[in-house]
């Protein structure tokens, strides 16, 4: 007996729902008041429902969206940044060689 109190009063708390009041417009008031409990209740979680759902669906595109930038400044890194640091380096590696290769002429120079 003690189980099923507890089972109901379990179930019960699952199933139950909550009053709110709303604010509605001027403009709808004649329509709210035209509809019964249960459309009004059918309206009202339909209402919700369906934001939850675009909220998502606007969630979603901007994280789709903060995705493909992330792959675009990857691919723009790898793409324009990496041959421009072989540039980079190629082009030190040069001044470095010519650079002592000069020394070298010079020392020769003065040995001679």
């Known amino acids: 007996m003690v189980n099923n109190v507890k089972n109901q009063n379990e179930s ?10 709303f604010h509605i417009d001027n403009e709808h008031i004649d329509f709210i008041e035209s509809l019964s409990f249960q459309e009004k209740h059918t309206l009202i979680n339909y209402l919700i429902t369906d ?11 901007s994280i789709d969206f903060k995705k493909i930038k992330k792959v675009m400044l990857i691919a723009f890194v790898v793409f324009v940044g990496v041959p ?26 003065i040995i001679k």
């Not at 934001?51 to 595109?61: D, E, F, G, P």
């Not at 590696?93 to 020392?107: A, D, K, V």
């Open 51 to 61: 934001y939850k759902n675009n909220n998502n669906s606007i969630i979603k595109k």
């Open 84 to 109: 421009l640091l072989i540039f980079l380096i190629n082009t030190s590696l040069n001044l470095t060689i010519s650079g002592y290769l000069e020394m070298q002429r010079n020392f020769e120079k």
């Open 12 to 21: 019960d708390e699952i199933n139950k729902s909550k009053k709110f009041v």
